[in-house]
T-cell receptor, first 115, second 116 residues
Framework: AQSVTQLDSHVSVSEGTPVLLRCNYS??????LFWYVQHPNKGLQLLLK??????LVKGINGFEAEFKKSETSFHLTKPSAHMSDAAEYFC?????????????FGIGTKLQVIP | DTEVTQTPKHLVMGMTNKKSLKCEQH?????MYWYKQKAKKPPELMFV???????INESVPSRFSPECPNSSLLNLHLHALQPEDSALYLC???????????????FGPGTRLTVT
């Protein structure tokens, strides 16, 4: 069975400082991992994905994440937070099951950016 | 075109009403999904269609009835809902998993449903 744990339900950073959103996963197979962002009253947008290629994945809006198998982690980082980054972030693990993707969402991390 | 569209954006319905939510994508994706999202919670999977056939029903009550008329459209028919069904309903699509590997899902903006 797969699972994903987002270690912080709420993260607050000052504008211009680094962002770190933590995610740990468990999976019986070689997982695919995703980070999605959701702004208030909006749908989810893919930030980046890991699918067994390079372990350091670059995404949109300056975000990146590093897949560390030994630590079963896929933490999301950004060097410098912008006010527009304030949103809910979901870490997602996916594997193949019965011909479709079984997708498990983390509980989400709310990122607050302080001016 | 990497967009998933959903209509309506907002819907208010009484417990005796019948209504439908609609979702459309033109990316050639063969898997489509319905999710329910309550406030401050992650999306919960409801249904998965793969090649226009229902492949997953996550024990959703029968007052929710999905339909996939063709590869681009996905409907969710609603009947006799309860106030606790009020939520954001999200549609998503992806390349069919078995062929495309672990493809990402593309989400629509959602329909905000309020049941009175």
């Amino acid at each position: 069975a797969q699972s994903v744990t987002q270690l912080d339900s709420h993260v607050s950073v000052s504008e211009g400082t680094p962002v770190l959103l933590r995610c740990n996963y468990s999976s019986s197979y070689s997982p695919s991992l995703f980070w999605y962002v959701q702004h208030p009253n909006k749908g989810l947008q893919l930030l980046l994905k890991y699918t067994s290629a390079a372990t350091l994945v670059k995404g949109i809006n300056g975000f990146e994440a590093e897949f560390k198998k030994s630590e079963t982690s896929f933490h999301l980082t950004k060097p410098s937070a912008h006010m527009s980054d304030a949103a809910e972030y979901f870490c997602v693990v996916s594997d193949q099951s019965g011909g479709y993707q079984k997708v498990t969402f983390g509980i989400g991390t709310k990122l607050q950016v302080i001016p | 075109d990497t967009e998933v569209t959903q209509t309506p954006k907002h819907l208010v319905m009484g417990m005796t009403n019948k209504k439908s939510l609609k979702c459309e994508q033109h990316m050639g994706h063969r898997a489509m999904y319905w999710y329910k999202q309550k406030a401050k919670k992650p999306p919960e999977l409801m249904f998965v269609y793969s090649y226009e056939k229902l492949s997953i029903n996550e024990s959703v009550p029968s007052r929710f009835s999905p339909e996939c008329p063709n590869s681009s459209l996905l409907n969710l028919h609603l009947h006799a809902l309860q106030p606790e069904d009020s939520a954001l309903y999200l549609c998503a699509s992806s390349q069919e998993g078995r062929l495309a590997g672990a493809a990402e899902q593309y989400f629509g903006p959602g329909t905000r449903l309020t049941v009175t």
